[in-house]
């Protein structure tokens, strides 16, 4: 994952991270329960759900396999 990025797409990256809370949120799950789903760590997740960090497309695939949802849920802009 790239560091914190404040260019041009950063509302998009706030709107994947807002997805990815409701989700997360709506199936009961805490930042952790997502880490120990996906492999990666609960700051790694947190980092991405408040769009500290560029998610690339592999923890987005995760993300989205473990919540049970599909990449393109995570993707809309509201």
């Known amino acids: 994952m790239k560091?914190?990025?404040a260019g041009r797409h950063y509302k998009k990256y706030v709107q994947i991270g807002l997805n990815?809370?409701?989700y997360r949120k709506e199936r009961?799950?805490?930042q952790m329960d997502?880490?120990?789903m996906?492999?990666?760590s609960r700051n790694?997740?947190?980092r991405v759900e408040s769009a500290?960090?560029?998610p690339n497309i592999g923890i987005l695939y995760d993300i989205s396999e473990a919540l049970g949802v599909p990449i393109e849920k995570l993707l809309?802009?509201?």
């Open 38 to 40: 996906t492999g990666y």
């Open 44 to 46: 790694q997740i947190q």
């Open 52 to 54: 500290y960090v560029v």
């Open 3 to 5: 560091e914190h990025y």
């Open 34 to 36: 997502l880490a120990e």
């Open 76 to 78: 809309e802009q509201r």
């Open 20 to 22: 990815i809370l409701r």
């Open 28 to 30: 009961g799950l805490t």
